[in-house]
């Protein structure tokens, strides 16, 4: 994800390049047609599953290709002031592109920026970036927007592009774009260097948190900040099914049926987690505990956020799974459509709750649903301790 993270990042800053030094090889008519293909390629290339730095450039793509259209119309009937629009340059490509794609992220930032995926760190830190991204693509052309335009205003002559104009309309984003390349490609870098040193200074130690699950209820217990968990946890190498098992065992219990959920990170990045569902005959008396109705409604605001983790990834994998195929096209044409998900169904081997795709999908298609599910878990005092 680190990885996509980068490709994406440069894919779009070299779109923009190519954007801007086609004027030099292509007449200015027919721009607007190679930046609709290249819009156009950009979205065959992702399919349905496009990053949101992605959908900017297609959509901003899409408005610069519609006003150089709208432009190259006035300018061919002559509904143009040539006193003021040089007939032989119509428009300024950097003008309408950054204007464009500065309404754009700033639009989808604004829109977007309450849903986070806290599933487990390693996706919230890549939400957060994805989300960084839109902020520093946006905060670049608004930049190049005003500096160009009070250029346009107050300095430039509509009558040739001369090196000072050639400086300030091209060189300029040409340099911040080539420079952004390699400054996010080490942040990237210096981000995928911490979490391999994390893996790598535990020494493939993970910790295995357990949810004991009999007739549709979990057990929890209050933690030492006050917040519901699982008491069911333990540190080892590769903790696999039979050392699971036996941590059961000794904690009084006989399972009939365990399976592997997920992995991923403390929400510290210190530690790798993985998770785990063992289902028993019955939960003794002296355990409290709670069915999935409980958790989320009367105990939303008091469990541990690795809990609300856990139990949001799971949900929103369910569901989703139930919702979409694995292509992301929806599996019933109906609205509204809320699939029911209780405990027990984490038995079900029919859904794959390792496959980050169902994540992707929920993200991309669904995002009404999974923000009620989101919004469900945090207060104020949990997106503190985050």
């Known amino acids: 994800m680190i990885a996509a993270l980068s490709v994406n990042w440069l894919g779009v800053m070299v779109v923009f ?215 069911f946890s333990f540190t080892a190498q590769k903790p696999d099914q039979k050392a699971v098992i036996d941590y059961i065992r000794a904690n009084g219990f006989e399972p009939v049926d365990s399976r592997y959920l997920f992995s991923g990170i403390t929400c510290d990045y210190l530690s790798p987690i993985d998770l785990w569902v063992v289902f028993v005959d019955k939960i003794p008396p002296e355990y409290c505990s709670f069915s999935l109705p409980d958790i989320l409604g009367p105990l939303s605001r008091k469990v541990s956020i690795e809990m609300a983790f856990e139990i949001t990834v799971v949900k929103v994998i369910a569901s989703t799974c139930r919702m979409f195929h694995i292509d992301g096209t929806p599996r019933y044409d109906i609205r509204q459509y809320n699939p029911h998900f209780c405990l027990n169904d984490l038995r079900m081997p029919d859904i794959d709750y390792t496959d980050s795709r169902w994540i992707e999908i929920a993200r991309r298609y669904n995002r009404r649903f999974a923000q009620r599910i989101y919004n469900s878990f945090f207060n104020i005092f949990h997106l503190n301790r985050v």
């Open 17 to 231: 390049i190519i954007v801007m030094l086609m004027p030099t090889i292509i007449n200015r008519h027919f721009m607007p047609f190679a930046i609709a293909l290249i819009s156009i390629a950009i979205a065959h290339f992702f399919g349905h599953n496009k990053p949101v730095i992605a959908r900017c450039a297609v959509n901003s793509l899409w408005i610069t290709a519609a006003i150089m259209v709208i432009i190259n119309l006035l300018n061919f009937f002559g509904w143009l002031n040539y006193h003021v629009e040089n007939p032989d340059i119509p428009y300024i490509t950097g003008l309408i592109l950054f204007t464009a794609t500065a309404i754009v992220a700033t639009f989808i930032y604004l829109r977007h920026h309450r849903i986070r995926w806290p599933i487990h760190a390693l996706f919230k830190l890549c939400s957060d970036e994805e989300h960084l991204q839109v902020f520093i693509l946006a905060a670049i052309s608004a930049f190049l927007a005003v500096a160009q335009w009070l250029y346009y205003y107050h300095i430039y002559i509509n009558v040739n592009f001369n090196n000072r104009d050639w400086l300030l309309f091209n060189l300029l984003p040409l340099t911040i774009c080539v420079v952004s390349i390699p400054a996010m490609l080490a942040r990237y870098f210096r981000i995928n260097k911490a979490l391999s040193a994390v893996y790598i200074g535990a020494k493939n130690r993970s910790i295995a948190r357990i949810f004991v699950i009999a007739d549709n209820r979990t057990i929890l217990h209050l933690d030492k900040f006050g917040c519901w968990d699982t008491p």
